[in-house]
C-alpha cells in the first residue's frame, strides 16, 4: 500500500523541519526542488543477442555543501519519484554527519536478479557512458546502493575513464580495495548503526545485554548488522530476505544463515534447516514480531499507518531508505516507540565513502582502524547532535535530524546568494 510516494514523504519531513526553523516559503521549494534531472536511454545488447531499452536516471539535488553524492539503484520500482526521494535525502544526510558534500542519486528500473551478470555489466557501462558528462570526482561521485556492488563499481570506474580519458578513481566510492577502495567501506552503513544504536541504548541507560534484534533485509546493510549486533552479544530473533524471513526466540547466527544463503540461494527454510523452535515468517510477520529492536535493512515503505499500531519493538532504526512513512512515524511516537531515522541511522555508508574519496585524492591509504577512528566520532557525535535538539524541542529524531540537516543545506545555499 503506497500512502503518498517517496518524494511526497520527503516533502512532508521537510516541511515539518522547514515549520520549527521558521523558514520561508522559498527557503522551502529551494529545498524540494532537485538541481538537476538527468534521464537517458539505455541500450544494450543482451548475452542472447536482443537489443533492449532501459532508461537511467541521475538526480543532482543539491550542491551547496560539496559535489553532488550518492548510490546507483537497480531495482524494478526505481522510478524518477523514488530516485529524486534518494536523492534529497542523500543531500541531508551528508549535512546530519556534517560531510563536505551534497546529494544525489542514480537508478536504472529493472530486476537485476533476472539479468545476466554480463548484461548487468553492460548496463552499468551504458550508465556510465551517458552520464559521464555530469560526474567526475569534483562534480558528482556515485556509489553502491540497493542491488550495486563493489564489482558494479568497478565498471563504473573503469567505464568513467576510458570515456574522459584519464584516471580518475575519486569519480566513485564503493569500489573494491584492489582498485582504490576503502578499508571498513564494505561493512560501513552497519558499523554506523551500530554506533548510533550504542549511544541511543546509552543516552536511554538501557543496559540490557541479549538485545532480542529483528532484521529485515539480508544485503549488504542487513547481514552485516546482524553479524556485528550477534558478534556484541544480542539476540538475532528474525532475519529476511526479499522472499521472506524466519524468527528463532532463542536467536540465530547470522553468519551460518549466510552460509546457507549462499550455497543454496535462499534462507534455510525446510525443517532439517531450521533449529527447533525456529519457523518460517513472511516480511510483514517479521516487522511486528516479538522483538526489542526492530532494523528495516531493505527497502522503502515498508512501516505504514496500516502496520505501524502492531510493532511491538521498543526501537527502530532504519538502515534502509526511507522504509518509514510520515503516517507511521506519527504512531509510533505517540506509541513512545524511539525510531533513528535513516538521514542518521545509515549515513556511516556515505562518511566511509567521503572518507575513500579523500584517500583517492591524496593516493594514500589508512587502516581499517584509521577509519573506524575515524567513523565512531562523527556516528557519536551526530547522534548526539539530534538527541540534544530532539530532547530540547520535544520533537522526533527524524524531526531533529530533518532540522540540523535542513538548517545547514540552507546556511550554504545562503551563503552562495542562492536563496
Ligand atoms: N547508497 C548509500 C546511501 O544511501 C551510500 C551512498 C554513498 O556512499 O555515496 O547512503
Known amino acids: 500500500m503506497k500512502s503518498q510516494t517517496p518524494f511526497k514523504n520527503y516533502q512532508t519531513n521537510l516541511r515539518k523541519a522547514g515549520k520549527i526553523l521558521d523558514l520561508t516559503a522559498k527557503e522551502i521549494l529551494a529545498l524540494e526542488t532537485p538541481d538537476r534531472v538527468i534521464k537517458k536511454d539505455l541500450t544494450i545488447k543482451t548475452e542472447s543477442g536482443k537489443s533492449k531499452k532501459f532508461t537511467g536516471y541521475r538526480v543532482q539535488f543539491n550542491n551547496a555543501r560539496g559535489p553532488y553524492k550518492g548510490g546507483i539503484r537497480f531495482h524494478p520500482d526505481a522510478d524518477l519519484d523514488e530516485v529524486k526521494a534518494l536523492a534529497a535525502a542523500m543531500a541531508i544526510k551528508c549535512a546530519v554527519v556534517n560531510i563536505p558534500l551534497g546529494g544525489a542519486k542514480g537508478g536504472v528500473q529493472f530486476d537485476p536478479k533476472s539479468a545476466s551478470k554480463k548484461d548487468i555489466e553492460k548496463i552499468t557501462r551504458a550508465w556510465t557512458h551517458a552520464m559521464a558528462g555530469f560526474i567526475g570526482k569534483d562534480k558528482d561521485i556515485p556509489a553502491p546502493d540497493v542491488y550495486t556492488t563493489p564489482e558494479i563499481m568497478s565498471y563504473v570506474m573503469d567505464e568513467f575513464e ?54 529485515q533485509g539480508f544485503g549488504n546493510a542487513g547481514y552485516n548488522i546482524a553479524r556485528i549486533l550477534h558478534e556484541a552479544g544480542h539476540k538475532i530473533v528474525a532475519i529476511s530476505d526479499s522472499k521472506g524471513g524466519i524468527y528463532d526466540a532463542t536467536g540465530f547466527d547470522p553468519q551460518e544463515i549466510f552460509a546457507t544463503k549462499k550455497e543454496k540461494g535462499a534462507l534455510p527454510s525446510g525443517p532439517e534447516l531450521l533449529q527447533s523452535g525456529a519457523r518460517v515468517i513472511s516480511n510483514e510477520e517479521l516487522l511486528v514480531c516479538d522483538c526489542d529492536v526492530l532494523i528495516p535493512s531493505a527497502l522503502d515503505n515498508q512501516i505504514r499507518a496500516d502496520n505501524a499500531g502492531a510493532i511491538k519493538a521498543k526501537i527502530v532504526l532504519e538502515l534502509a531508505n526511507g522504509p518509514t512513512t510520515p503516517e507511521a512515524d506519527d504512531i509510533l511516537a505517540k506509541r513512545g516507540i524511539t525510531l533513528v531515522p535513516d538521514v ?72 552562495r546568494g542562492r536563496i
Open 344 to 415: 542518521l541511522a545509515n549515513a556511516g555508508g556515505v562518511t566511509v565513502s567521503y572518507f575513500e574519496w579523500v584517500q583517492n585524492g591524496m593516493n594514500f591509504y589508512w587502516t581499517e582502524q584509521e577509519v573506524l577512528e575515524k567513523l565512531k566520532p562523527i556516528m557519536q557525535k551526530s547522534f548526539t547532535d539530534v538527541w540534544m535538539l530532539s530532547k530540547t524541542h520535544g520533537i522526533t529524531l527524524r524531526d531533529a535530524a530533518f532540522m540540523i540537516g535542513v538548517k545547514r543545506i540552507r546556511d550554504a545555499m545562503q551563503a
Open 162 to 215: 576510458k570515456t574522459v580519458g584519464r584516471s580518475e578513481p575519486g569519480v566513485v566510492t564503493g569500489k573494491p580495495l584492489s582498485l582504490g577502495g576503502s578499508e571498513g567501506r564494505g561493512t560501513a552503513t552497519a558499523q554506523g548503526g551500530a554506533y548510533v544504536l550504542n549511544e541511543l541504548l546509552s543516552v536511554m541507560e538501557i543496559r540490557q545485554k541479549k538485545l532480542r534484534i529483528a532484521v
